[in-house]
C-alpha cells in the first residue's frame, strides 16, 4: 500500500474473533465486541456488539452485556453430603433418645431442604 500510517487491527479487551475472520486494515474492534466465524470486517465493530457476514454488518449491539460465570457453578457433592450428614445425626439423635416427634420435625425440615435442592438441579 502507498498510504503510510497504522495497517494493522486495534483488538479491544474481551473480544471474540471467530475462526477464519478476517479484519483488514485499521479498525478498531471495540471492548466485549464478537465477530462471526469467516467473516470479513472492512469497518470498526463498536464496543458490545456482534459483526457476521461478508462484508460484515452489526447484528446485534448489546449495551447490558452480561458476563458468563461459569465458575460460578455450585458445588453438588458437598450439598448432597451436608444434607446426608444432617440426615444421619437426625436418625442418630432419634434412635438415642426415642423422640419420634423430634425426628419427624427434623426430617420434614429436611425433606424440604432436599426437594429444593432436586428441583435446582
Not at 487491527?9 to 466485549?32: C, D, F, Y
Amino acid at each position: 500500500s502507498l498510504s503510510h500510517g497504522k495497517r494493522h487491527p486495534t483488538v479491544e479487551n474481551n473480544v471474540v474473533v471467530g475462526a477464519g475472520a478476517k479484519v483488514l486494515g485499521n479498525i478498531t474492534l471495540g471492548e466485549g465486541s464478537r465477530i462471526g466465524a469467516n467473516s470479513v470486517v472492512l469497518r470498526d465493530v463498536p464496543p458490545h456488539s456482534t459483526a457476521v457476514g461478508i462484508p460484515a454488518r452489526i447484528i446485534s449491539c448489546d449495551t447490558q452485556s452480561k458476563r458468563l460465570r461459569h465458575d460460578m457453578l455450585p458445588d453438588v457433592n458437598k450439598e448432597i453430603f451436608q444434607y446426608l450428614i444432617k440426615r444421619i445425626a437426625v436418625l442418630e439423635e432419634s434412635v438415642k433418645t426415642g423422640n419420634a416427634k423430634l425426628m419427624e420435625k427434623e426430617d420434614h425440615e429436611l425433606e424440604e431442604i432436599y426437594s429444593t435442592f432436586i428441583k435446582s438441579m
